[in-house]
């Protein structure tokens, strides 16, 4: 199966610590598929770049046909891939309706953005709380608005980054049914996630990056057996790791 | 237990009829007051003043309530329009009329153009660039002296009171000129805020990178509110030296007493709601006149000493404005 993302030598350099090394990787259609790595690897950089908030300094970026190196974020969200937030970035002083209109508008006039902010909603599990101010809802609501409002926009793919970082694990597991229903419907994921054992039973396949490299790509099993990940890992083995 | 009804649409149909009820009472009172205060008198004369600069501070709200960017050069437009009509009126007999056109397409070009650099900065960045930007244009006031008469100012030729001359002999239909404009500003401002661009604007003034992530061309969305806020408060510009009748650019273009007012107003009556610049010129107009007629002999710039200490008590206390504490006071949240 052709990839419908397609990375090839994406470089970026924050003065002298290159935070991005000559990165290359595919991801093909309705894949779920983890970025992994420890702090500072250059995780979070690299999904800026996927999505334009971050220009990279050199690579190409392909997604299903179009070059999304050096466009601006919203016309990258208009091309089908949407970033949700570390840490949760809802607008706070709007209503949960409001936030998700805000990514329907992305495509569309008003009045449809709202059915489809309502649609979003529901289909995250916040039906009943549109009307609610952002700011006061729960850390697990939030999370699910975080996906409402990238739904609305109604991406082709999904950069989620640490989506769960804030959730009990019976909440992170309720998140990870939820995507995989979404992939089924269609979507395709890439995922950053500190909580090890949420993200290998996630994805199909794990990216590991350290120092700005990928180092290792593979299934869960054969990443966690990779000694080149063990040892950027510190020495523990990724599953004591995910233990602790 | 909760005192909310439990049907939670019973209570939005109860705040919207509060609120509706409540503009209706604020339009009534502002029908009444100019009949209850004598013609050319001094409080009319105020009550003036509090409408005009509650609509530059609804001007000013547009862009920087909405989106986030507090200007501190709204002066440069202010004074750009006063200059571009008067001018016309002077050298070619064109109806202030006209020339509110005039500085509408003005107003707007110089924040086309201010934008194009400033856009891209964020919070004091911008604020500093915009305040360069109406420094620049009192200086061009006070040198471009083969047309802008230099630091002398220009006078309004006086003509025969008409409608059409935007000259009235009675202080009332200024006041009333000033409440239609506040009010279509108002529109416009409300227009804005309830539609998918004003939630374009509160999305990026919370968070760029998710508004921009989220599809938000938060550029364009900015630009466009930029040009809106700017080609009005041009036109406040117009009705400012229709009404005084003379104005130099250390008046028009001033920092303190434009820029920063508009600003202050907005923001201690409470800064993205309609209602903000409306409460905050209510409140320090009056104050300002009142101090400056009561020390003026005494203590002059007492004033800006009382302004000042009102600013510090606001931003301390209520930095969301004096309209968060009413609706606290009101029982609302």
Redesign the interface.
């Given at each position: 199966m052709s990839a419908l993302l397609e990375v090839r030598g994406l470089r970026k350099r924050f003065g002298g610590l290159i935070a991005t090394d000559d990165v290359s990787f595919d991801v093909a259609p309705g894949e779920i598929v983890g970025l992994i790595g420890p702090n500072g690897a250059g995780k979070t950089t690299i999904f800026n770049q996927l999505c334009g908030l971050i220009r990279p300094d050199a690579g190409s970026i392909v997604f299903d046909g179009t070059s999304l190196a050096g466009m601006s974020a919203h016309r990258i969200c208009r091309v089908g891939v949407v970033k949700t937030f570390q840490n949760v970035a809802s607008f706070g002083d709007m209503t949960v309706l409001e936030n998700a209109t805000v990514g329907g508008l992305a495509r569309v006039g008003l009045a449809e953005a709202r059915e489809r902010a309502h649609a979003a909603i529901a289909r995250v599990g916040l039906a009943g709380r549109e009307e609610v101010m952002a700011a006061d809802l729960s850390l697990p609501e939030k999370a699910r608005l975080e996906l409402a409002r990238a739904l609305a926009t109604q991406p082709r793919m999904m950069l989620l980054d640490e989506a769960m970082a804030t959730l009990t694990p019976q909440e992170q597991r309720e998140i990870v049914g939820l995507v995989r229903e979404l992939r089924d419907e269609g979507i395709t994921f890439l995922v950053i996630e500190h909580h090890m054992k949420t993200i290998m039973a996630m994805c199909e396949r794990i990216l590991v990056l350290n120092f700005g490299q990928l180092i290792a790509s593979g299934t869960p099993a054969e990443v966690s057996r990779d000694p080149k990940v063990v040892s950027a890992y510190l020495g523990t083995s990724v599953q004591e790791a995910g233990d602790a | 237990m909760s005192r909310e009804p439990l049907d939670?649409g019973a209570s939005?149909a109860a705040a919207a009829r509060r609120c509706r009820i409540g503009w209706g009472l604020a339009l009534l009172v502002a029908l009444i007051v100019p009949w209850l205060l004598p013609d050319q008198g001094y409080s009319l004369r105020v009550a003036c003043l509090v409408l005009l600069f509650a609509t530059l501070a609804q001007a000013w709200n547009i862009a920087a309530g909405l989106s986030g960017l507090i200007s501190l050069g709204h002066a440069g437009f202010f004074g750009a329009g006063a200059y571009v009509s008067t001018l016309l009126l002077i050298h070619y007999g064109i109806s202030p009329w006209f020339g509110m056109i005039a500085a509408l397409v003005f107003g707007g070009l110089l924040a086309a153009l201010l934008s194009l650099p400033t856009l891209r900065l964020r919070g004091h960045y911008f604020a500093l660039a915009t305040l360069a930007f109406g420094e620049v244009m009192r200086v061009i006031g006070n040198s471009w002296s083969d047309v802008t008469g230099g630091p002398v100012g220009l006078s309004v030729p006086f003509a025969q009171p008409s409608f059409g001359g935007l000259q009235f002999a009675s202080l009332r239909s200024y006041y009333f000129l000033f409440l239609i404009a506040l009010i279509i500003t108002c529109l416009v401002f409300e227009r804005i805020r309830g539609?998918?661009l004003g939630?374009?604007l509160?999305?990026l003034k919370?968070?760029p990178?998710?508004?921009?992530?989220?599809?938000?061309?938060?550029t364009r969305a900015k630009f466009t509110v930029a040009v809106i806020s700017g080609a009005i408060t041009a036109v406040v510009g117009v009705l400012y030296a229709q009404f005084m009748f003379f104005f130099d650019p250390d008046t028009v273009f001033s920092l303190a007493g434009i820029s920063v007012r508009a600003a202050l107003i907005a923001i201690i009556g409470g800064m993205g709601a309609v209602a903000g610049p409306l409460i905050g010129a209510v409140l320090i107009i009056p104050i300002e006149e009142l101090s400056n007629m009561l020390f003026s002999a005494t203590a002059a710039g007492l004033s800006q000493l009382v302004f000042g200490a009102l600013l510090i008590a606001v931003v301390i206390w209520q930095p969301r404005g004096l309209l968060a504490l009413f609706r606290r006071l009101g029982g609302r949240k």
């Amino acid at each position: 199966m052709s990839a419908l993302l397609e990375v090839r030598g994406l470089r970026k350099r924050f003065g002298g610590l290159i935070a991005t090394d000559d990165v290359s990787f595919d991801v093909a259609p309705g894949e779920i598929v983890g970025l992994i790595g420890p702090n500072g690897a250059g995780k979070t950089t690299i999904f800026n770049q996927l999505c334009g908030l971050i220009r990279p300094d050199a690579g190409s970026i392909v997604f299903d046909g179009t070059s999304l190196a050096g466009m601006s974020a919203h016309r990258i969200c208009r091309v089908g891939v949407v970033k949700t937030f570390q840490n949760v970035a809802s607008f706070g002083d709007m209503t949960v309706l409001e936030n998700a209109t805000v990514g329907g508008l992305a495509r569309v006039g008003l009045a449809e953005a709202r059915e489809r902010a309502h649609a979003a909603i529901a289909r995250v599990g916040l039906a009943g709380r549109e009307e609610v101010m952002a700011a006061d809802l729960s850390l697990p609501e939030k999370a699910r608005l975080e996906l409402a409002r990238a739904l609305a926009t109604q991406p082709r793919m999904m950069l989620l980054d640490e989506a769960m970082a804030t959730l009990t694990p019976q909440e992170q597991r309720e998140i990870v049914g939820l995507v995989r229903e979404l992939r089924d419907e269609g979507i395709t994921f890439l995922v950053i996630e500190h909580h090890m054992k949420t993200i290998m039973a996630m994805c199909e396949r794990i990216l590991v990056l350290n120092f700005g490299q990928l180092i290792a790509s593979g299934t869960p099993a054969e990443v966690s057996r990779d000694p080149k990940v063990v040892s950027a890992y510190l020495g523990t083995s990724v599953q004591e790791a995910g233990d602790a | 237990m909760s005192r909310e009804p439990l049907d939670p649409g019973a209570s939005d149909a109860a705040a919207a009829r509060r609120c509706r009820i409540g503009w209706g009472l604020a339009l009534l009172v502002a029908l009444i007051v100019p009949w209850l205060l004598p013609d050319q008198g001094y409080s009319l004369r105020v009550a003036c003043l509090v409408l005009l600069f509650a609509t530059l501070a609804q001007a000013w709200n547009i862009a920087a309530g909405l989106s986030g960017l507090i200007s501190l050069g709204h002066a440069g437009f202010f004074g750009a329009g006063a200059y571009v009509s008067t001018l016309l009126l002077i050298h070619y007999g064109i109806s202030p009329w006209f020339g509110m056109i005039a500085a509408l397409v003005f107003g707007g070009l110089l924040a086309a153009l201010l934008s194009l650099p400033t856009l891209r900065l964020r919070g004091h960045y911008f604020a500093l660039a915009t305040l360069a930007f109406g420094e620049v244009m009192r200086v061009i006031g006070n040198s471009w002296s083969d047309v802008t008469g230099g630091p002398v100012g220009l006078s309004v030729p006086f003509a025969q009171p008409s409608f059409g001359g935007l000259q009235f002999a009675s202080l009332r239909s200024y006041y009333f000129l000033f409440l239609i404009a506040l009010i279509i500003t108002c529109l416009v401002f409300e227009r804005i805020r309830g539609g998918a661009l004003g939630l374009r604007l509160r999305a990026l003034k919370n968070h760029p990178d998710a508004a921009a992530s989220l599809g938000v061309d938060t550029t364009r969305a900015k630009f466009t509110v930029a040009v809106i806020s700017g080609a009005i408060t041009a036109v406040v510009g117009v009705l400012y030296a229709q009404f005084m009748f003379f104005f130099d650019p250390d008046t028009v273009f001033s920092l303190a007493g434009i820029s920063v007012r508009a600003a202050l107003i907005a923001i201690i009556g409470g800064m993205g709601a309609v209602a903000g610049p409306l409460i905050g010129a209510v409140l320090i107009i009056p104050i300002e006149e009142l101090s400056n007629m009561l020390f003026s002999a005494t203590a002059a710039g007492l004033s800006q000493l009382v302004f000042g200490a009102l600013l510090i008590a606001v931003v301390i206390w209520q930095p969301r404005g004096l309209l968060a504490l009413f609706r606290r006071l009101g029982g609302r949240k």
